[in-house]
């Protein structure tokens, strides 16, 4: 494993409106053994906080190797903040299967690297893909317009339902189909996101995701969150409602959060990544006027321990 290093050199500065600074013999921590000056020149302006500057000349640089003093140049290795983000959704991939019999996403190319040189300068290439699928392709949100005509699209959900929401983890008994009422009375939701880790996400991708036996959320336990003042509910199992022969094509859950603009998100992965609560959740998708739901990158930021 090797040392850490600084560097010490002299630098003066220039800005945009006017005015110099001169610093001799400043040492600051840097990533490597190595910098450019360039890179220096940018790590010395983030480090100090310096705004306007036009020109950084770094003259006399020398490297020592000795131990980090905590400066803002370089991070630790878990980061300054010691934060953690943890990944809640699946990929998606060219004819994957989310809802078994629903349409699969094709992904294609619209532009190829090789057609779009003819386009640019030598060496400058670029691709651009396509995607052609449905709204309910993978981890994706609900907002009221997809069960409601006059509810809120993606575009008119606020970010304050949909991210940075401080979040709560109920865990379902191994075995649970219904998450009712009582399995959701001791926890405070009120404000957070609620995602609710039944373990089901296993499935994803098989025939068994799709079963009858999948987990689910009440009717009247949905009816309590919203009581209870959720901002959001997720779930890893392949619908919020019971989608069983026995529930007649019912979809209370859906029915009493999104009228009440709580967002639901579905398909959710990895909840058993996370602690019950002390972490804050985000599922934001583009704000597409007139759809109501779409994929959207579920993560999770845990906070500090």
Do not use: C
Not at 199 to 224: I, K, M, V
């Amino acid at each position: 494993m090797g040392g850490q290093w600084r560097a010490q050199f002299d630098a003066e500065v220039v800005f945009a409106n006017g005015g110099g600074l001169r610093t001799d013999g400043f040492r600051l921590d840097i990533p490597g053994r190595d910098i450019a000056d360039e890179d220096l020149a940018a790590l010395f302006v983030r480090h100090l906080g310096l705004l306007m500057v036009a020109e950084v000349r770094i003259t006399g640089k020398t490297l020592v190797e000795e131990p980090h003093k905590g400066g803002r140049g370089v991070a630790g290795p878990e980061g300054r903040t010691g934060r953690r983000l943890v990944e809640l959704s699946h990929p998606i991939t060219d004819g994957m299967t989310t809802l078994p019999g629903w349409p699969a996403p094709r992904i294609t190319e619209w532009l190829t690297r090789e057609a779009s040189r003819a386009n640019y300068a030598p060496g400058t290439e670029f691709q651009v893909a396509r995607i052609d699928m449905i709204a309910n392709t993978g981890t994706y949100v609900d907002t009221p317009a997809h069960r409601f005509a006059d509810g809120a699209d993606l575009a008119a959900t606020g970010l304050d339902r949909l991210a940075d929401l401080p979040g709560v983890v109920v865990r379902a008994p191994a075995g649970t189909r219904a998450v009712d009422r009582l399995l959701l009375a001791p926890y405070d939701v009120a404000g957070r996101a609620v995602l609710l880790h039944t373990g089901w996400s296993t499935h994803f991708g098989t025939d068994r995701y799709g079963a009858p036996q999948a987990p689910y959320l009440t009717g009247d336990g949905a009816r309590a969150l919203v009581d209870a003042g959720a901002a959001l509910v997720g779930i890893d199992s392949i619908n919020i409602d019971d989608m069983s022969p026995a529930a007649a094509g019912e979809r209370p859950a859906h029915s009493a959060l999104l009228a009440a603009g709580v967002p639901i998100v579905e398909h959710l992965t990895g909840l058993d990544a996370l602690p019950p609560t002390g972490f804050r959740f985000t599922a934001a998708p583009p704000m597409v006027a007139g759809m109501g739901t779409f994929p959207v990158r579920a993560f999770a930021v845990l906070d500090p321990a």
